[in-house]
């Protein structure tokens, strides 16, 4: 039962650089997330996809981009990375629409250091 | 004015302690409430769901103040295993896509 799952787990960049972090779920929920958690900050939404082919900015959204690929998949996309990004992302998955109340379920975290 | 305000601790107690965690918010219009747990360089999981009569599993009880606002989490016979970092989250009715996550409670449970 993988749930959601991130590649990579680690990475390091240099300023300037670009990637892309990927996320896919197979618990078939429409609502897909990213977040960053950096020390004593709690975790931050960056953008989240309510459903396939919609996404929506959250707190944290600028030097970030996404797509939602297919339901299953939720990528972020740093175009040029800044050493201010340094932090852990999480990806996350929630059924939806009609089931508000439910949680979230966390992918394992990409530990990601820009120097 | 964070969303959600949580002492950071760390809370030190023996095994066995009853341990008691509160959480602020900010948003009176906010609807669902929950605590997470993560432990060191893990993902948070979800411990319980916050209702707002209040409620229970085995060891965990939760409490909402909506008057207040503010949720708690109080841990009964502390076992080593529940150390961790505590996360109370808050979701706005205006949107329920926008978890609002407080920073965390360290809990260190000691032998």
């Known amino acids: 039962n993988a749930g959601v799952t991130q590649t990579p787990k680690f990475q390091v960049l240099k300023t300037g650089q670009s990637m892309t972090l990927q996320c896919a779920q197979d618990m078939n929920h429409n609502s897909m997330y990213w977040y960053r958690q950096d020390p004593g900050m709690g975790l931050r939404l960056i953008y989240y996809s309510a459903s396939e082919g919609t996404t929506d900015k959250g707190e944290v959204p600028n030097g970030y981009n996404v797509s939602r690929l297919n339901k299953r998949e939720f990528s972020l996309r740093l175009e040029s990375a800044a050493p201010s990004q340094t932090s852990v992302y999480f990806c996350a998955s929630r059924p939806g629409t009609g089931r508000e109340n439910t949680e979230a379920f966390f992918g394992q975290g990409t530990r990601l250091t820009v120097v | 004015r964070k969303e959600v305000e949580q002492d950071p601790g760390p809370f030190n107690v023996p095994e066995g302690a009853t341990v008691a965690f509160n959480c602020t918010y900010s948003n009176s219009a906010s609807q669902s409430f929950f605590w997470y747990r993560q432990d060191c360089r893990k993902e948070p999981k979800l411990l319980m769901s916050?209702?707002?009569s209040g409620n229970e599993d085995g060891r965990f009880t939760a409490q909402l103040n909506r008057a207040s606002q503010y949720i708690s989490l109080l841990i009964r016979d502390s076992k080593l295993s529940d150390s961790a970092t505590y996360l109370c989250?808050?979701?706005?009715?205006?949107?329920?896509?926008?978890?609002?996550f407080g920073s965390g409670t360290k809990l260190n449970v000691k032998p």
């Open positions: 989250v808050v979701v706005p009715v205006y949107n329920f896509n926008k978890f609002y």
């Open positions: 916050v209702y707002s």
